[in-house]
């Protein structure tokens, strides 16, 4: 099992900058591949991009492109999502979420986004 944690969220104004964090506990953190995902009100959950255990990240959303990063501290079992350029539309509930085999099996409580105009 794997426990995770989100923190960092909050309100911001449009071009603002969070970095959300996402602390893991359990079994060994530093061999999952963890992504972050979102889901806005009315909307599906969105795949916003995943780093591997050695730093390799894949599939930023367009929409986040050249906006968002990814990274992690496997020795404090911590994955971050730095954010910036906030626009309005990425107002939502962010989750972090750990890969058992091909999927994500475990997932955060979330943490709320939202960036006013």
């Known amino acids: 099992q794997v426990q995770l944690v989100e923190s960092g969220g909050g309100l911001v104004q449009a071009g603002g900058s969070l970095r959300l964090s996402c602390a893991a506990s359990?079994?060994?953190?530093?061999?999952?591949?963890m992504g972050w995902f979102r889901q806005a009100p009315g909307k599906e959950r969105e795949f916003i991009v995943g780093i591997s255990w050695s730093g390799v990240t894949t599939g930023y959303a367009e929409s986040v492109k050249g906006r968002f990063s990814i990274s992690r501290d496997n020795a404090k079992n911590t994955v971050y999502l730095q954010m910036n350029i906030l626009k309005p539309e990425d107002t939502a509930v962010y989750y972090c979420?750990?890969?058992?085999?091909?999927?994500?099996?475990?997932w955060g409580q979330g943490t709320q986004v939202t960036v006013s105009s």
């Open positions: 979420a750990a890969q058992s085999g091909d999927e994500y099996n475990y």
């Open positions: 359990g079994r060994t953190f530093s061999r999952n591949t």
